[in-house]
């Protein structure tokens, strides 16, 4: 019997995220992903108001309650605080991968904000042995497609994916993610 992949799917911030927008994602990474996959979703503290020092130690907690070999994923603001608490506390449990859709890069040539703010060796802070995927719509309006390369500069080993025609949501189609996530064949 095989066992089933744990996948943590952080949502991004905004008042009414969770139910009306980002659950579209987890439906279709679940739906992508099958069977062999558990996407969790939990809710974050005060969604509308997202700070990393309300949603730091939820997403900590979340990810001490995975096995090991799982996947974190975050979507906008969610991945930007995600990777930050990430980099600042390593997890107690191996990683798989870590992916960013749409994450906004907080930091030199980014956005401003001295919470959020992104240390310049981000990439050495991570876990290692952790695949990390960036993904962006280059036609995201709400965080700009160059911040994927704001990613690609501080953590070197990530493998950006720029998708043509999608937007801040991926246009709800996270097939690509699923692609990147599963284990290659033999």
């Not at 994450?103 to 959020?116: L, N, Y």
């Not at 704001?150 to 999608?166: D, F, K, M, N, T």
């Amino acid at each position: 019997m095989t066992a089933i992949q744990h996948v943590l799917f952080v949502q991004g911030g905004g008042a009414g995220v969770h139910d009306e927008w980002d659950d579209k994602l987890v439906d279709s990474l679940s739906r992508e992903l099958g069977d062999a996959y558990e996407v969790r979703y939990p809710r974050m503290p005060e969604e509308a108001d997202p700070s990393y020092a309300r949603w730091s130690p939820a997403i900590r907690r979340e990810v001490a309650g995975l096995e090991d070999g799982a996947v974190v994923i975050g979507h906008s603001v969610g991945g930007t605080i995600l990777v930050h608490a990430l980099a600042e506390q390593p997890p107690p449990r191996t990683l798989t991968a870590i992916v960013l859709v749409a994450a906004p890069f907080v930091g030199r040539g980014g956005w401003p904000g001295e919470e959020f703010e992104l240390p310049g060796d981000l990439g050495a802070r991570l876990p290692h042995g952790a695949r990390v995927h960036v993904f962006h719509g280059l036609e995201d309006e709400i965080v700009l497609p160059s911040h994927a390369g704001l990613y690609a500069r501080v953590i070197p080993r990530a493998q950006v994916h720029r998708l043509p025609g999608r937007d801040h949501q991926l246009s709800n189609d996270l097939s690509e993610v699923a692609e990147a996530i599963r284990p290659a064949g033999p």
